[in-house]
């Protein structure tokens, strides 16, 4: 592929998963204001942005069979916890923006467990084995994600464990 048209479906794939982010987002606040069919057609076009996400994707030769995945997977989260998060937190504080330290501070933890979880997955799948996993419960305030028994309280925002999203 041509440099050019590599650099534009990159910048593509950016602009479509964050416009899908975008709207899952916005339909949370439309659920939350009673707009359930505005709502429904921000989840709708946030799907249509995940399709155009995914073919962009497929053309720059990124999904690959689950090994391959896994490591991509590894490595974005190993930098998140390694660079970007250290130095955005670091930012942050020393510019005194509380909730931008707090945000940073939720996703760099959350990440650690993330980059974990994904090379024990990596494990079984080198094998041709499923991971074997419980329930996995995410804190809807920071991410954290964990399998299992939940403690009472997020171990990173204090969370109460009734609040957690299952999966």
Known sequence: MRKMTQHNLEDAFAGESQAH???LIFAEVAEKEGKHNLARLFKAIAYAEQVHATNHFRELGNINESVKNLDMAIAGENF???EMYPVYNNTASFQNEKGA???THYAWETEKVHEKMY???KEAAKKGKDID???IFICPVCGYTIEGELPNYCPVCNTKKEL???F
């Open 164 to 166: 957690f999203k299952t």
């Open 119 to 121: 090379k024990e997955a």
């Open 101 to 103: 330290v707090r945000s």
């Open 80 to 82: 998140e916890v390694e």
């Open 21 to 23: 982010m975008r709207y």
């Open 133 to 135: 996993v419980e329930k």
